[in-house]
């Protein structure tokens, strides 16, 4: 198996012999892969490889047992192990969306999307003082806010849904704009847990292409996971395959396609 | 419901009436069956059960009643319905009436002492139903023992307006200040907690406070509680009939003649513009980054966290807040009442404040108003009914539960909305 084709690319995230114990079972075991920037970094591999943990991991959910997990951010590395979790999104840029889709059902779905900038928008009305007595900074950021998420609502065809309630959106719309919203954080990672999952083969087609123009708009690093290869053999520059914790093959989609052992772990070995 | 006309489906509903009336006739016998009477020779009672019957029959038959009213217009599946934008002016428009009204109610002619005196009543839990508000009703998190803030507010007001002479509006803002720290000191140990376990801390916590103001005799009087509160002066002039040295008298300085009434209705302005001003702040701290990081906090702690804001500081800058409208509250009671004691901080009143909060509808700043009117005014007006005024407010209650069963006003209006392109 060769290495990834990663000539002139720029390294985003090295994942180093990231391990994650829960007492005896060990969900993820000595895992190195890298990420870079403006590629689609897939992470496949059968229910409980531990796609997820490594994701959990990443955005801070969960402390890793051992490992390292480098980020390079303006020139300099940070240590997302060492981050505090909702920092990672913050100081890193590392956004991410949820296998079970986690909007904020009750707010409209323009309001997620103010919520998710809800950094700029705090320093912009100076830790809300200002804000409180009509900054005109604040409210010049706060309509750079509503543009910007007027420019996602645009995309995502939801203009006319804007000030409904997320969660009486269909689900399929649910999960894209989950990823609108992880996207209006700014991102420089962005980490999407099972985007295809529950979506009809139409609008896995649309939520492929929205990935991709993602990739080539913003120039950022994507980190899938999932298990529709459609989607995955479409769409990504890199495929990572875990079973039972272990990296099992790293490669190009064709590569993995043809690789024994992943075969093997997806139909099982052949007597 | 469904199998109106058939034998079957009366059956159904005399039985359903039947056992409504059995449990009507079991709750009614004891509570309205028997009336203790105090008469010369001691106490004793004599038995009413033609009440029961009428109480039994009523319950039979409106139960009877109910069951063939068609299902659309049953309460929950109205109350499910959202409603148009457009009725978030109209809402607006009320507000504003509202106001409006409450700035003319001493002045009109059918006012009385006792009625500017109830309203001044009403506004102190409106604003106590505004402050947790902010905490239950936008960040989601229960709280029980809301009345420690309250304590909190009226005792280092009662204090520091005693023990460094302050003036009203200068140990205000302590006060405020007092109970925001009592509030990250409540926030602290339970970030980690949601729901029912929060709610029962908070509930110990509540206890603690009433419990310290009681045994901490040699600063809070125990017991006995605090005398002699200061009074507020309109800009330094006192509400008394002659002045002392120094100072002239509200009456004087006016050319009006002394009258007590002028003082209660000083203290309805004072706690008007005070929850003028709470209204405001809240609806303001709604649209900025911090009230919608607090409802989405109640929506999704985790998804906030992934999207980089700190529940910490989310949760306790609630707790802090909603303290602090407490504190301002319960120094205001202390002024009004000039004497407080632990015992007006009991449960009782966490539980009335959480009642008009849940009631009016969680978020909902007008209904937190309307439940507010209800819950103080209903047992004024039950008076006429002697022993059955709780029975009527316990009935209330339960009957806005039934028909509305997200609260008064349930509909959350949008902190921001999308105006058509060029139009912003």
Redesign the interface.
């Given at each position: 198996m060769s290495a990834p084709a990663s000539a002139g690319k720029q390294t985003l995230l090295e994942v180093a012999h990231l391990s994650m114990r829960f007492g005896g079972v060990v969900a993820v075991d000595d895992v190195s892969f890298t990420a870079y920037r403006r590629d689609i970094t897939a992470i496949i591999g059968p229910n409980g490889a531990g796609k997820t943990t490594v994701f959990n991991c990443l955005?801070?959910?969960y402390r890793p047992s051992a490992g390292h997990l480098g980020f390079e951010r303006d020139g300099h590395v940070l240590a997302l192990e060492r981050l505090q979790?909702?920092?990672?999104?913050?100081e890193a840029g590392v956004?991410?969306t949820?296998q079970n889709v986690?909007?904020?059902?009750?707010?409209?779905v323009?309001?997620n999307l103010?919520?998710?900038q809800?950094?700029i928008?705090?320093r912009a009305?100076v830790y809300?003082l200002g804000?409180?007595f009509g900054l005109k900074r604040h409210r010049r950021a706060?309509?750079d806010a509503?543009e910007k998420?007027?420019d996602w609502?645009e995309r995502l065809d939801l203009?006319d849904r804007?000030?409904d309630a997320a969660g009486n959106l269909p689900y399929g719309q649910q999960r894209r704009l989950e990823i609108a919203?992880?996207m209006c954080?700014d991102p420089t990672l962005l980490c999407v847990d099972e985007p295809a999952a529950g979506l009809n083969p139409h609008e896995k087609a649309g939520l492929a292409q929205l990935l991709k123009s993602i990739r080539d708009t913003y120039g950022i690093g994507i980190l899938l996971i999932e298990h529709d290869m459609s989607v995955v053999m479409g769409i990504s520059d890199h495929v990572v395959v875990l079973n039972y914790g272990k990296k099992i093959a790293d490669g190009t989609a064709a590569e993995v396609r043809r690789d024994a052992g992943v075969i093997a772990a997806y139909l099982g070995e052949e007597a | 419901m469904a199998e109106a006309g058939t034998a079957a489906g009366w059956n159904g509903r005399l039985k359903e009436a039947a056992l409504a009336a059995c449990v009507a006739f079991a709750l009614a016998l004891p509570l309205v069956g028997i009336e203790t009477t105090d008469a010369e020779s001691g106490p004793g009672f004599v038995t009413r059960f033609n009440w029961v019957a009428i109480a039994v029959a009523a319950v039979f038959f409106g139960k009877l009643l109910l069951s063939f009213l068609p299902d659309e217009i049953l309460p929950q599946q109205r109350a499910a319905r959202s409603v148009a934008a457009s009725e978030s002016r109209t809402i607006l428009l009320i507000g504003a009436a509202g106001a409006a009204a409450a700035l003319a109610l001493p002045l009109m002619p059918f006012s009385s002492r006792y009625l500017v005196d109830l309203a001044t009543s009403v506004l102190i839990y409106i604003m106590l139903g505004w402050g947790l508000n902010i905490v239950v009703g936008l960040a989601g998190l229960l709280n029980l023992g809301y009345a420690a803030f309250y304590a909190v507010g009226a005792y280092s007001f009662a204090l520091f307006a005693q023990g460094f002479d302050l003036s009203f509006w200068e140990a205000l803002p302590i006060a405020g200040l007092l109970a925001a720290l009592a509030g990250i000191l409540l926030g602290l140990p339970v970030l980690r907690l949601r729901g029912d376990y929060l709610a029962i801390v908070t509930l110990g916590f509540g206890e603690i406070v009433r419990i310290v103001l009681i045994n901490w005799g040699s600063v809070t009087g125990g017991p006995n509680g605090i005398n002699g509160i200061p009074r507020p002066s309109f800009f330094g002039m006192p509400f008394v009939r002659s002045a002392p040295a120094g100072t002239t008298t509200f009456s004087d300085f006016f050319g009006l003649g002394f009258d007590p009434v002028q003082r209660v209705i000083f203290l309805y302005y004072v706690i008007l513009l005070l929850a003028l001003a709470t209204n405001w702040f809240s609806l303001r701290l709604r649209r900025l980054p911090i009230g919608r990081a607090w409802e989405a906090l109640r929506e999704d702690e985790i998804a906030c966290r992934a999207l980089g804001i700190n529940p910490t500081s989310v949760k306790l800058s609630a707790f802090a807040i909603s303290a602090m409208l407490g504190g301002f509250a319960g120094a205001f009671f202390a002024t009004r009442q000039g004497f407080i004691s632990p015992e007006s901080f009991g449960f009782q009143e966490s539980a009335t404040v959480l009642a008009i909060v849940v009631l009016g509808g969680l978020g909902s700043q007008l209904g937190v108003v309307l439940a507010a009117i209800v819950l103080v005014t209903l047992p004024e007006f039950g008076r006429e009914f002697d022993q059955f005024r709780m029975l009527l407010f316990g009935a209330a209650m339960v009957g806005i539960m039934i028909w509305r069963p997200r609260g008064i006003l349930a509909n959350r209006a949008p902190s921001i909305r999308l105006k058509p392109k060029g139009a912003a």
């Open positions: 955005t801070g959910f979790g909702h920092r990672i999104a913050r956004a991410r949820f986690r909007l904020f059902a009750g707010m409209t323009l309001e103010i919520v998710a809800h950094r928008l705090t009305s809300n804000g409180l706060e309509r509503v998420a007027r609502l203009v804007a000030d919203r992880a954080t | -």
